[in-house]
């Protein structure tokens, strides 16, 4: 993916020439992240709020304020993000925290005033060392840093996420950088992220995502979002078609990889957003086709599937 993503992923790029694009590259310069953190410390009690308070300033800082790839992006191209950190334990001994994380990313749908969630998921055990007033030090190669090592393989994941949703595997070198993390940690001596321990920790999603038996998956991003929801505004039956073509990729990937928690994950977040585009619109057969889809790869959520057939 070249500088002309972030030019060409938020702005009203139908209507301005490409040597005008280029001649303004030079001028761009912005991170990536728009991230909002949030840390609720309600089930901690009998500790000074400074710490959590720090906490939360100095990871805002450092997803927002650090530039994770060689990209430019422009101020309203910024990927919003939102980090809501739980602690369900503190030490002041060893200032240890366990907690749990809920990060979800999301993207502005063109011609519209919609923005669609690409990402979520709940991380059960977001667990660090952070005293107050340290400084978050970020080095790939060498990870000595629970939080720092968390906080980047979901910024990465993020980045590399939304890359997916504007060109075809157009992320795969910040989602290299997600896998290269979860390597480098291996040995902190943390949950989250050893291969076998968990089919939907850090490991998990990241060796899934990237997993050659899984490229349907990823390839179904560039459709759904770019030739599905963002076409919409201009003519709502081919976006739905290219979203109906992006449902089916999805479900070669759940073929193809069949212990994968991604097409699980996809219909969790997707739900209202699928239902919406096929209740009471599209073919009979359409909708049915989409309704066996999604009922067989999440049959928890029928009460919503049920709702596309009508």
């Known amino acids: 993916m070249n500088m002309l993503r972030s030019l060409l992923s938020r702005t009203a790029y139908r209507l301005i020439p490409v040597a005008v694009l280029l001649s303004l590259c030079p001028a761009l310069q912005a991170q990536e992240l728009n991230a909002k953190v949030v ?13 959590f308070e720090n906490l939360e300033k100095t990871v805002t800082a450092f997803l927002n304020d650090r530039q994770w790839t060689n990209q430019q992006y422009k101020e309203n ?32 749908v063109y011609n519209s005033s919609y923005t669609t969630t690409v990402f979520s998921i709940k991380d059960p055990n977001f667990n660090f060392a952070f005293q107050e007033f340290d400084q978050l030090n970020f080095q790939p190669e060498q990870l000595d840093n629970n939080l720092t090592a968390m906080l980047a393989y979901y910024a990465y994941l993020i980045i590399g996420m939304d890359m997916d949703t504007m060109a075809p595997s157009g992320g795969t070198e910040v989602l290299q950088a997600a896998e290269n993390v979860v390597t480098n940690a291996q040995n902190l001596g943390y949950p989250g992220w050893k291969a076998f321990e968990d089919n939907k920790n850090r490991f998990g999603i990241i060796n899934d995502y990237l997993d050659g038996a899984m490229e349907p998956y990823r390839q179904l ?7 599905g ?13 290219a979203v109906t073509e992006a449902l089916g990729m999805l ?38 086709a989409v309704y066996d889809i999604v009922f067989r790869i999440n049959a928890s959520q029928n009460a919503y599937w049920e709702k596309i057939k009508k």
Do not use: H, W
Not at 41 to 49: A, I
Not at 261 to 284: A, C, H, M, W
């Open 39 to 51: 840390i609720n410390r309600s089930q901690v009690s009998n500790t000074k709020s400074s710490v």
């Open 221 to 227: 991003q560039y459709v759904y979002y770019r030739k």
């Open 251 to 288: 479900k070669t990937a759940q073929e193809n990889k069949s212990m994968s928690q991604l097409p699980q994950i996809f219909t969790d977040v997707k739900r209202d957003e699928i239902v919406n585009i096929y209740s009471g619109k599209g073919t009979p057969k359409e909708r049915e």
């Open 229 to 241: 929801l963002d076409t919409m505004a201009d003519n709502v039956d081919n976006g739905r078609a």
């Open 77 to 108: 191209e910024r990927i919003n993000c939102n980090f809501n950190i739980t602690v369900n334990t503190y030490s002041e001994t060893d200032n240890s925290f366990t907690a749990s994380l809920m990060v979800q990313s999301t993207r502005p």
